[in-house]
């Protein structure tokens, strides 16, 4: 088992930046990528960013240039760097983890950005 925690979510004006965190422990021993998601009201969950052991990256284009996830893997934790937020950014992030082909998530952090 994984247990994932999030943080660093928030209220913030557009143009403004947050940068949230995601600890992972339990079994983290094989855990080969780690990554955001997010979800807004009435929306699908949809892929962020994601970070595989060795440091490959997949972003998403909405949030390319904008949006930089990075991993501490001594520490089991995944970063995301969120800069220049807009108001369609505003979701519920979720971190997630695969471990052996498992999926893991935490359980969201809030992210509001205002116009």
């Known amino acids: 088992q994984v247990q994932l925690v999030e943080s660093g979510g928030g209220l913030v004006q557009a143009g403004g930046s947050l940068r949230l965190s995601c600890a992972a422990s339990g079994s983290v021993f094989a855990i080969n990528s780690m990554g955001w998601y997010r979800q807004a009201p009435g929306q699908q969950r949809e892929m962020v960013a994601t970070?595989?052991?060795?440091?490959?990256?997949v972003t998403a284009n909405s949030v390319k240039g904008r949006f930089t996830i990075s991993r501490d893997n001594a520490k089991n934790t995944v970063y995301l760097q969120m800069n220049s937020l807009k108001p369609e950014d505003t979701a519920v992030y979720y971190c997630?983890?695969?471990?052996?082909?498992?999926?893991?998530w935490g359980q969201g952090t809030q992210v509001t950005v205002s116009s």
């Open positions: 997630y983890a695969n471990r052996l082909g498992l999926g893991y």
């Open positions: 970070i595989t052991t060795g440091g490959s990256t």
